[in-house]
């Protein structure tokens, strides 16, 4: 018996079902593209404030590393301090971020969130102290300014992440975190390169070092101030319903965690602080290694700061693998 065809009404079937009905299959139905593909090809995306922030970090790390690249042979062979007046210093330079950090990010909850403001009021005292440096050349002033720039890293790193988590989504967060790391770190890369450059052109050049550092810091805080927005909502997830969207548990919780300083009793934040303690508390200075390999292997003294750059280009080569690792 020969299968007939019979043509349906549209009101009862769609697609090739109105052409065929009996055995014959008709050509493959392509279906569009649902909103939560649209959305999943736009979450994949890094998103422009990341990116941003990226670009801010790369400008004043370039910044920040041109003083650090060039701080031990100023202090060291310059101003003529004793290894232990710059391990004095170093140890100021790199230890007192960690109080700060806690007090500002939960300053930075509060209110709704002063992320932002609480950021530019960090790049900016970093940006005011690379050139103060040109008129300090005694241990406590020194010890002093440096201790304000880092002050200021501390401010603007706890509310930077916190921007950058609210502005990503869960599943993208490892890879968004690793391409602000590599951005920051590729300034990491420049900056000593850029100092080198300088003490080369200028012998003994240090004070163009410090005035070219403190106009890349500005630099950056123009880029904040500008092209970052104040306000920072968590990406909306695609549903098939129409349910008005909510943040994410994951990034409100992340929010709610930092704030108050009694966020310290958890047993969680505990253990991890006393992991993190243990192993910050086996880290050796940078600069002191840089010094010791000049030291030990009497690389010439204009060298020194381009030593720095082989941390930096390990930083950049693994960032992203790791961070989209994460992920």
């Known amino acids: 018996m020969r299968a007939t065809l019979v043509p349906l009404p549209l009101s009862q079937a769609s697609g090739t079902e109105s052409m065929y009905l009996a055995g014959r299959p008709g050509p493959p139905s392509v279906s569009p593209a649902t909103p939560g593909a649209r959305s999943e090809r736009r979450g994949a995306a890094v998103p422009g404030t990341v990116v941003t922030l990226g670009a801010v970090s790369m400008v004043t790390d370039a910044s920040a590393e041109m003083v650090v690249a060039a701080l031990p042979a100023y202090l060291v062979f310059s101003l003529g301090l004793s290894p232990l007046a710059f391990g004095l210093i170093d140890g100021i330079y790199n230890g007192c971020t960690a109080v700060i950090q806690l007090v500002s990010g939960h300053f930075a909850d509060r209110g709704g969130g002063r992320y932002k403001s609480v950021a530019v009021v960090g790049y900016g005292l970093s940006a005011l102290c690379k050139p103060a440096l040109l ?123 930092r704030r108050g300083l009694s966020t310290l009793c958890l047993p969680s934040l505990r253990r991890l602080s006393m992991r993190v303690m243990l192993i910050a508390s086996a880290t050796i200075s940078d600069s002191f290694i840089y010094l010791l390999l000049q030291q030990h292997f009497q690389i010439p003294l204009a060298m020194l700061p381009l030593l720095p750059m082989g941390t930096a280009a390990a930083f950049l080569l693994f960032t992203v693998p790791i961070g989209i690792a994460r992920r």
């Open 135 to 257: 008129g300090v050349h005694q241990l406590p002033l020194i010890g002093a300014v440096l201790a304000i720039d880092r002050t200021g890293k501390a401010m603007r790193t706890a509310s930077r992440d916190a921007i950058i988590s609210l502005v990503t989504e869960e599943r993208w967060r490892g890879r968004n975190f690793g391409v602000h790391r590599a951005m920051d770190t590729a300034g990491a890369l420049l900056g000593p390169l850029l100092a080198f450059l300088l003490l080369s052109l200028i012998p003994d050049g240090y004070d163009a070092v410090f005035m070219v550092s403190g106009c890349l810091s500005a630099f950056g805080v123009v880029i904040l101030v500008l092209f970052v927005p104040r306000r920072f909502d968590p990406p909306a997830v695609a549903h098939a319903s129409d349910t008005p969207h909510t943040p994410k548990k994951s990034v409100t919780t992340m929010v709610t965690l």
